[in-house]
């Protein structure tokens, strides 16, 4: 088997060497030696007016392998190897002869740490180019994608055997096309129920913050057997509603799923006290952070749990996908009710305690004496919006008059406080 590497990657004239049968062979040995999903590649060249046409090929020839490409243009070969370790790519490609004359030219590889190729890596890539090279076979594929990615991990939906019919709130954002084509490919129907997106009615009257038009189709629809998802704008955050029409909050989702894996699980501050002493008894645990989506992903991770999710919608799947997504969420609900045979309405039946939040301009607040106030019976949390000039205070309590009692104490010890909104 012929070696094509010397000290310094492969090198050799730039018209003999790099005709485009190698350069193909080469793209295809790319393919086949780096392991990384999503795969991508970094590729830059110096100033030889054979780069271009190497580069060209290439990138044409990995983009039909579905290898994405990152072209850094005329760059230097540590340069390259900076950008192949801080985009942590699945590779990196420098196309260069180094001192050699014009009219030769060549490609160095680094891995995704920056270090040129070993000898092992090396040895695995010459025997994969010395077969591409020998087969001359080179067979295309689609890249994988997101879509494509949610229908493989979930699969056995399709053998749902009563599936329910599932209406979509998308909130004319950029949620409806994943859901809708990934759903129907798992074979369910589907209704879209938010005007298409003009640019400006995104969140508009419908999706997870607001619930009510999602809440009236499904219980106006005579289907007995239906489901409604809704998402926010970016379609990071899902709200559910039941067959009955009944909005199921985070909180009793959260419940559903840990009662169904047999999982503890991570969420904020402000999960419901009554859903947390009910899962307790069942021998689940809750661990509390902060509120925010990244205090969650830093628990779960640090803890190893399955899952976490915020009573808004947002959730976290360990070893599934780095961040919160509304479709995962509802496939992963799907997937339950799969398996329990049961309707929604019945799974959440969990017992939650009353809630109410006021909404405190900053400038006006005077920080409250919550001492003796949190109880196993009751929670009150002050603390500052990450988004509005506001302060937030959330009390929970076993009865609605507990509740109403601890926001007229906090109200009386702020008394200067102009409340916003309830």
């Not at 942590?88 to 014009?102: D, E, K, P, Q, Y």
């Not at 493989?152 to 209406?167: A, D, E, V």
């Not at 045979?341 to 409250?368: H, Q, T, W």
């Amino acid at each position: 088997m012929k070696n094509y590497f010397g000290t310094d990657g492969i090198r050799g004239s730039a018209e003999e060497l790099f005709s485009d049968a190698f350069l193909k062979a080469v793209a295809q040995s790319i393919g086949a030696f780096i392991e990384k999903y999503p795969q991508y590649v970094v590729i830059g060249r110096d100033t030889r007016a054979s780069g271009v046409r190497i580069f060209r090929a290439l990138k044409k020839y990995l983009n039909k392998l579905g290898v994405e490409v990152i072209d850094k243009g005329i760059t230097t070969t540590a340069e390259l190897a900076f950008y192949a370790r801080e985009l942590r790519a699945s590779l990196g490609v420098m196309i260069t002869a180094s001192h050699n004359i014009a009219e030769d030219n060549g490609l160095k590889f680094f891995t995704a740490s920056g270090d040129k190729l070993d000898s092992v890596g090396r040895a695995r890539f010459n025997e994969l180019l010395s077969s591409a090279l020998f087969s001359g076979k080179f067979k295309a594929k689609k890249f994988s994608g997101w879509q494509e990615f949610l229908v493989s991990k979930f699969n056995g939906l399709k053998f749902f055997k009563n599936k329910p019919t599932i209406f979509l709130d998308s909130a004319s954002g950029s949620g409806a096309k994943n859901a809708q084509v990934v759903l129907h490919k798992l074979g369910f129907k589907t209704i879209e129920i938010s005007p298409k997106p003009n640019g400006s009615n995104i969140n508009k009257g419908f999706g997870a913050t607001n619930m009510g038009s999602l809440s009236v189709e499904v219980r106006a629809s005579s289907l007995a057997n239906k489901i409604g998802f809704a998402f926010d704008g970016d379609a990071d955050r899902l709200v559910v509603v039941d067959e009955r029409g009944k909005v199921v909050s985070g909180d009793i989702l959260m419940a559903v799923f840990a009662k169904f894996f047999k999982v503890d699980f991570a969420s904020t501050v402000l999960f419901n006290l009554g859903v947390e002493n009910y899962l307790k008894k069942r021998g689940i645990a809750v661990f509390r952070t902060d509120v925010g989506d990244s205090h969650i992903t830093s628990e779960v991770n640090a803890r190893g749990l399955l899952f976490g999710g915020e009573p808004s919608g947002h959730f976290f799947w360990n070893g599934v996908h780095t961040t919160g997504d509304g479709l995962l969420t509802a496939l992963f609900l799907l997937f339950v009710l799969q398996m329990t045979g049961e309707k929604l309405s019945s799974l959440a039946k969990i017992p939650v305690y009353p809630s109410k939040s006021i909404n405190i301009r900053a400038e006006d607040f005077i920080a409250p004496d919550l001492s003796g106030l949190n109880l196993p019976w009751q929670r009150v949390i002050v603390r500052k919006s990450g988004t509005e000039p506001v302060v937030r205070v959330y009390v929970c309590a076993r009865e609605k008059t507990q509740v109403d009692a601890l926001i007229k104490v906090i109200k009386r010890q702020c008394s200067r406080v102009v409340c916003i909104s309830d």
